[in-house]
């Protein structure tokens, strides 16, 4: 069995399926003809610099309301509507990690912004995310992936050994670095796949 002692997950599309859907129904609140491609193309902008922290949220959402054509003070709506990207957390994944608490120590590992921590805290609050030791956002630590000092942010704070650690990341991109320096990775595709990949692991 590989000593395993701390898994490390990231949130969206892992925890929190992302629901572009409903963030663009609410977008059509305001215009209902603005597309998938049109508003990812204006919330791509600035969203490197965002989820870092290098520009709060009303100035950043006043700039997608202006690539959108909006005025300015639909900033408000957008990054409400934005709070529906992680709506409801993977039931299966949740209650799998949940009874692991104990065994290894959960922490997350997210790109983000304070709309996603809204949510995060709302989750805190009702009990859904208790699994979880400490949340690692990007917009907070002011680092985000696949930069290699965000996953040895999480190393060093917490005294972990890289190759004791399993990195959980629906992209590629974000596995790289966690390699790199000695973690096991591994793609999230699914549960079932995550399930199956993360017990070879520790059965090593």
Request: aromatic share 12%; charged share 30%; hydrophobic share 35%.
């Amino acid at each position: 069995m590989a000593n395993i002692e701390a898994l490390i997950t990231d949130i969206g599309n892992v925890i929190y399926p992302e629901r572009w859907d409903l963030v663009l129904e609410k977008v059509g609140d305001i215009n209902n003809k603005i597309t998938f491609e049109q508003f990812l193309d204006a919330y791509s902008k600035e969203w490197e610099q965002y989820r870092v922290d290098k520009i709060n949220s009303d100035e950043y959402w006043k700039n997608v309301a202006k690539e959108l054509g909006f005025e300015e003070s639909a900033g408000k709506k957008l990054s409400v509507a934005f709070t529906n990207i992680w709506h409801d957390s993977d039931e299966d994944l949740c209650n799998f990690l949940l009874n692991l608490n104990g065994k290894f120590k959960i922490y997350a590992l997210s790109n983000s912004c304070p709309e996603n921590e809204d949510r995060i805290k709302e989750d805190i609050i009702n009990g859904k995310l208790r699994f979880i030791n400490r949340f690692y956002l990007s917009h907070k630590e002011q680092i985000a992936k696949p930069d290699e000092a965000a996953y040895r942010n999480v190393l060093n704070t917490n005294n972990f050994d890289a190759e004791k650690c399993i990195y959980v990341d629906d992209k590629e991109r974000n596995l790289i670095p966690a390699r790199k320096i000695g973690m096991h990775a591994v793609l999230y595709k699914n549960f079932e796949y995550f399930k199956e990949q993360f017990e070879g692991i520790i059965e090593l």
